[in-house]
């Protein structure tokens, strides 16, 4: 069984710096074949995609996180990371990483992590 797991919130002034993990258990993520997206969800608000990174490589990000936060690799302990800089009040949110499997070019399915809670406080 496929699960999604994220780490690395918590409490942090304005300013401060956060690096969330994402990982999973039951399969190892492909890093040339998987889709992994982090998205947030403040209270009261829609679920938000904050940042992705493709099998090729390709990132994206929401246009109020650009310049503040990356999405990244790490084949040393097969996670991808958001290194989260300059915090905002504003990017106080549940934090959620979400896995799209891959093999030979067939989507295996979406997994969802059960959130990380990051509070920036002003």
């Known amino acids: 069984q496929v699960q999604v797991m994220e780490s690395g919130g918590g409490l942090v002034q304005a300013g401060g710096s956060l690096i969330l993990s994402c990982a999973t258990s039951?399969?190892?993520?492909?890093?040339?074949?998987?889709?992994i997206s982090w998205y947030r969800q403040a209270p009261g608000k829609q679920r938000e995609l904050v940042a992705s990174?493709?099998?090729?490589?390709?990132?994206d990000y929401l246009d109020a996180v650009k310049g503040r936060f990356t999405i990244s690799r790490d084949n040393t302990n097969d996670t991808v990371n958001l290194h989260m800089d300059s915090l905002k009040y504003e990017d106080t949110a549940v934090y959620y990483c979400?896995?799209?499997?891959?093999?030979?070019?067939?989507?295996?399915?979406?997994?969802w992590g059960q959130g990380t809670q990051v509070t920036v406080s002003s």
């Open positions: 039951g399969i190892r993520i492909a890093f040339t074949e998987d889709a």
């Open positions: 990174i493709s099998g090729s490589g390709h990132t």
């Open positions: 979400k896995v799209v499997l891959s093999r030979a070019h067939v989507v295996l399915g979406d997994y």
